[in-house]
């Protein structure tokens, strides 16, 4: 069983950077981070799967590409989410997501590839 728990979110005005943070308990093959607001489904924003199956490789939402990078410190057990040039359609509850299916970091990021997450943390973007 892998424990989730993101920190770092917070209040900043458009243009502004936040890093988010996932601390996690155990090691998987692909992570992510999610994102919802009030009546909307999640949707996935970055995932980033194990250096052990593909070095580390990437993949990001078409929304939020060249703004957000997803990264591991391994040796920290924390995986983040650097947010630059934010937007107001940004605010949203952040959760970080964990999986042992790698295929989850291969193409479309669904939420039902995720079997853990974490609580969840606030990014709130004013204009």
């Known amino acids: 069983h892998v424990q989730l728990v993101e920190s770092g979110g917070g209040s900043v005005q458009a243009g502004g950077s936040l890093r988010l943070s996932c601390t996690t308990s155990?090691?998987?093959?692909?992570m992510a981070w999610f994102r919802q607001v009030p009546g909307k489904e999640r949707e996935g924003v970055a995932t980033?799967?194990?250096?052990?199956?593909?070095?580390?490789?990437?993949s990001y939402a078409d929304s939020v590409k060249g703004r957000f990078t997803i990264s591991k410190d391994n040796g920290m057990n924390t995986l983040y989410l650097q947010m630059n040039s934010l937007k107001p359609e940004d605010s949203a509850m952040y959760y970080c997501?964990?999986?042992?299916?790698?295929?989850?970091?291969?193409?479309?990021?669904?939420?039902?590839?995720?079997?853990?997450w974490g609580q969840g943390t606030q990014v709130t973007v004013s204009s």
């Open positions: 997501a964990a999986t042992y299916y790698s295929g989850a970091c291969a193409g479309e990021i669904l939420i039902n590839d995720f079997g853990y």
């Open positions: 155990g090691d998987t093959y692909c």
């Open positions: 980033r799967i194990s250096d052990e199956l593909s070095d580390g490789a990437t």
